[in-house]
């Protein structure tokens, strides 16, 4: 994160990856382990929570049809993924 590259496009990959591991993902602790361990990654290399978890907010409203079958609200997806409400 500390690049010349803005940051908004970075926060992009988290969204897009949430995405593939949704659609590769029938169940819901499949898709949450490898979001889980997506999240930690990025936060260790400098990726703001709060940033994150508006990211989250973005795919929950914008891929719902991707996430429907795991019946999940966004308050329990984001406390599983990032550990905070």
Do not use: W
């Not at 989250?56 to 991707?66: A, E, H, P, W």
């Amino acid at each position: 994160m500390s690049s010349n590259i803005p940051s908004s496009p970075a926060y992009g990959v988290f969204v897009s990856q949430l995405i593939r591991y949704a659609r590769a993902c029938s169940k819901y602790e499949d898709f949450i382990i490898r979001a889980i361990r997506l999240a930690s990654k990025l936060l260790v290399q400098g990726y703001v929570t709060q940033r994150l978890k508006s990211s989250l907010r973005k795919f929950f409203g914008r891929y719902g049809d991707v996430i429907k079958a795991y019946e999940i609200p966004l308050s329990r997806m984001i406390s599983d993924i990032l550990h905070c409400d």
